[in-house]
């Protein structure tokens, strides 16, 4: 049998409601998350590691980091063939992708939440666990850089985002949809993910990295006020194509002049970013400006690979030669 090494960070799928607070914070451990897991010794052997009770919101980038260390630990040892991480849906895209960016491709790592608590009719939770172990233990989940799991389905982190905010299917892979699914103990692999993965080589990050989302009639301020207070990075989820108003575009200029980068993706859910229009402020006067634009992350995506690029190299023409 293999054995998976489950670690649990917190999330939804630890959480009871509270007598006191009449809401759900994080509360069971592993071992009693688990012991809900029925049948589950008969698919794996495992080993569970308690690495905190955070609630989504309350994993920052350090921790991940912490995360990913421990994770790298685990996949090292010989006995472990693939780990299996609970964590809150809230940010849950982040940090698998933070891990698949960071972590070679190799043993199967597996993310998975859940939207109910423990507390509520229908908790999802064991359902879930027991998909994501289904999952690290299939023999074709290996190199597939890290998944994410939950409703039955297999996403890549790269791909997949939260949608809905209740919905047990909230995990998309807005393009294309899933990569699998798993049908009951089973796995079946539709296609590949969709992009090559990049593997940054790192243990640093750079957490003073921002996210602005351009809206009408937007201008600097935000921007400026970035700059002068020594952000070192800054995303902006743009319009459509990848335009922003013309409004923005002297604080962007000024932020490219003091060497912080200004990365484009788009707020649109889908599709890819291009500098197609050249007007004031449109992709190709972004791209002139020294813009990096970045066709297909999402904002928060984005934000963690800057982030740990940021922990490699610091002048914008190397950084541009991640996001390529
Ligand atoms: N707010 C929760 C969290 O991210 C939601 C969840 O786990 O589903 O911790």
Same mark, same amino acid.
């Given at each position: 049998?293999k ?35 029925t ?12 690495f ?8 920052n ?5 912490k995360l990913?260390?421990?994770v ?24 698998a ?8 491709a190799?043993?199967? $790592? ?16 064991p ?18 850089? $890290? ?26 892979s ?50 400026? &006020? ?5 952000a070192?990075?800054? $995303? ?37 970013v291009?500098?197609?229009?050249? &007007?004031?402020?449109g ?7 020294g ?30 030669? &991640?996001?390529?």
């Amino acid at each position: 049998m293999k054995k998976i090494a489950i670690i649990f960070t917190g999330g939804t799928i630890s959480m009871t409601v509270d007598e006191r607070l009449k809401a759900a914070i994080p509360a069971m451990d592993g071992t009693k998350i688990m012991s809900m897991v029925t049948n589950i010794d008969q698919i794996a052997t495992l080993e569970t590691v308690d690495f905190g009770k955070y609630p989504g919101p309350h994993m920052n980038p350090q921790r991940m980091m912490k995360l990913k260390a421990l994770v790298k630990e685990k996949l090292a040892q010989p006995s472990i063939d693939g780990v299996v991480i609970t964590h809150g849906t809230d940010n849950l895209e982040e940090t698998a992708f933070l891990l698949d960016l960071t972590l070679p491709a190799g043993k199967p $790592v597996v993310v998975v939440g859940a939207m109910r608590n423990g507390s509520e009719l229908g908790y999802d939770g064991p359902s879930n666990l027991s998909a994501a172990i289904c999952t690290a233990i299939h023999p074709e989940s290996y190199g597939r850089g $890290v998944l994410v799991v939950l409703n039955d389905e297999v996403n890549s982190a790269r791909e997949v985002t939260k949608t809905h905010t209740m919905a047990l299917d909230t995990f998309k892979s807005l393009d294309f949809g899933p990569i699998g699914i798993v049908d009951q103990q089973d796995v079946i692999f539709y296609r590949k993910g969709l992009y090559p993965s990049l593997f940054l080589e790192t243990d640093g990050i750079e957490p003073d990295v921002h996210l602005l989302k351009a809206v009408s009639g937007m201008d600097s301020r935000l921007i400026d &006020y970035l700059v002068t207070t020594g952000a070192k990075g800054i $995303v902006i989820e743009a319009m459509g194509r990848g335009n922003v108003p013309p409004g923005m575009m002297p604080g962007i200029k000024k932020a490219i002049k003091n060497n912080i980068p200004i990365v484009i993706v788009s707020r649109c859910p889908k599709g890819r970013v291009l500098g197609t229009y050249g &007007y004031e402020g449109g992709g190709a006067d972004l791209e002139k400006a020294g813009a990096i634009l970045v066709n297909t992350l999402n904002g928060q995506k984005a934000r963690i690979q800057l982030m740990l690029v940021l922990a490699l190299v610091s002048e914008i023409q190397q950084i541009k030669t &991640y996001f390529m």
